[in-house]
């Protein structure tokens, strides 16, 4: 991918890294308590819902899902081939049950602020990424169904940040 194109918007990103955040893929996600603890945890069920809108399933159990609801300012460290950032920006609850998933798990609408490019001309980056072995095939099948409702999720926000 063209640098230039990279870096045209601080906020926007390219349709052809929208297309391919939504695995199977791992990403890290840093979220911080309104202490400003910092924490992070991996997500892997996530996708574009537009050049500056990510919508992101989180383990209502999790740390990262207390500190979403009671501190909004998040950042995603984001590798793919030909493409790795820093997306910086604001998770908002938007449905606190996927009803696809397995477990209490929300769904969260990250809107980027500032995408902060780490490529480098000549390196190139291999994506986390994971697979299911063939006993578990299941798994891939729900990890679709979790994908397609978080891309209907509403473009706005279920309760006001910092409050449960």
Same mark, same amino acid.
């Given at each position: 991918?063209?640098?230039?194109?990279?870096?045209?918007?601080?906020?926007?990103?390219?349709?052809?890294?929208?297309?391919?955040?939504?695995?199977?893929?791992?990403?890290? @996600? &840093?979220?911080? +308590?309104?202490?400003?603890?910092?924490?992070?945890? *991996? !997500?892997?069920?996530?996708? =574009?819902?537009? $050049?500056?809108?990510?919508?992101?399933?989180?383990?209502?159990?999790?740390?990262?899902?207390?500190?979403?609801?009671?501190?909004?300012?998040?950042?995603?460290?984001?590798? @793919? &081939?030909?493409? +790795?950032?820093?997306?910086?920006?604001?998770?908002? *609850? !938007?449905?606190?049950?996927? =009803?696809?998933? $397995?477990?209490?798990?929300?769904?969260?609408?990250?809107?980027?602020?500032?995408?902060?490019?780490?490529?480098?001309?000549?390196?190139?980056?291999?994506?986390?990424?994971?697979?299911?072995?063939? +006993?578990?095939?299941?798994?891939?099948?729900?990890?679709?169904?979790?994908?397609?409702?978080?891309?209907?999720?509403?473009?706005?926000?279920?309760?006001?940040?910092?409050?449960?």
């Amino acid at each position: 991918m063209d640098m230039a194109a990279r870096t045209d918007s601080r906020n926007s990103l390219p349709p052809e890294v929208q297309g391919e955040l939504s695995g199977p893929r791992l990403f890290v @996600l &840093a979220t911080a +308590s309104p202490e400003g603890v910092p924490a992070t945890t *991996l !997500v892997s069920w996530i996708c =574009a819902t537009g $050049p500056s809108r990510l919508a992101v399933a989180l383990d209502r159990r999790g740390l990262a899902y207390e500190n979403a609801v009671e501190n909004p300012a998040a950042a995603l460290e984001v590798t @793919l &081939a030909g493409f +790795s950032a820093t997306l910086r920006g604001t998770l908002s *609850l !938007v449905r606190r049950q996927l =009803a696809s998933a $397995p477990f209490p798990c929300a769904g969260f609408e990250f809107e980027i602020e500032e995408i902060r490019d780490h490529g480098a001309p000549g390196s190139f980056i291999r994506p986390a990424s994971y697979e299911c072995s063939p +006993s578990k095939q299941q798994h891939a099948v729900r990890e679709a169904e979790i994908i397609a409702e978080l891309r209907t999720l509403p473009e706005r926000s279920l309760v006001e940040p910092r409050l449960r």
